[in-house]
């Protein structure tokens, strides 16, 4: 994807842990740097968290904050990949909810993008009610118990926020982070 570098001055976190899914990380972090953005991986723990990538472990990604450091309001945007293992995990983790409500509260309202299992983060944070989103499919009936519309398509926008299902929706799912991201805050 050729990305004019239409970002700059905007900041980005990307929060995942150990088992995300590699290319769902890689390939938003590349596209917005090359937007000229500046982007932040932000984890639960220091040093490097490990990817995934079909069916064993990937490569590593450094984690710039830890989120006893980040706060959602030096962010323009959020970023939530998939995978299995990182959103359950994720989930768990009561500062990684706050971190991702910060986002969508009302003085915020703020661009947040998720993933295939990623928007598993967005039911555990409450911000689902009446939003058309999509993911992988497995967990579309845990979306539609937390109140979110659910369609299968390839990628959905639905005020700021960006949902798409698989790595195979990655270019349009970039298209629209940019697109997303660009626009900045969203009334609620």
Not at 33 to 48: E, L, M, N, P, R
Not at 90 to 119: M, T, Y
Not at 163 to 175: E, G, I, Q, V, Y
Request: charge should be negative.
């Amino acid at each position: 994807m050729n990305v004019q570098p239409v970002l700059a001055g905007k900041k980005i976190a990307i929060l995942a842990t150990d088992g995300f899914e590699f290319s769902e990380l890689t390939s938003p972090r590349d596209t917005l740097i090359a937007a000229g953005a500046t982007v932040h991986i932000i984890s639960q723990k220091d040093g490097s968290i490990r990817g995934w990538s079909g069916k064993d472990w990937a490569d590593t990604v450094a984690v710039d904050k830890t989120l006893q450091h980040a706060k959602a309001a030096d962010y323009d945007g959020l970023v939530l990949p998939g995978g299995l293992i990182n959103p359950d995990t994720l989930r768990q983790d009561e500062q990684a909810i706050r971190f991702i409500q910060a986002f969508f509260s009302d003085s915020a309202n703020k661009p947040v993008a998720a993933i295939c299992h990623g928007p598993w983060l967005l039911a555990e944070a409450g911000v689902l009610k009446g939003r058309k989103v999509t993911s992988y499919n497995s967990i579309k009936t845990d979306l539609k118990n937390a109140g979110a519309i659910w369609v299968d398509e390839q990628v959905v926008v639905d005020n700021g926020l960006v949902t798409s299902r698989t790595p195979d929706d990655l270019d349009a799912f970039n298209k629209k982070l940019l697109e997303e991201i660009r626009e900045g805050r969203h009334a609620v």
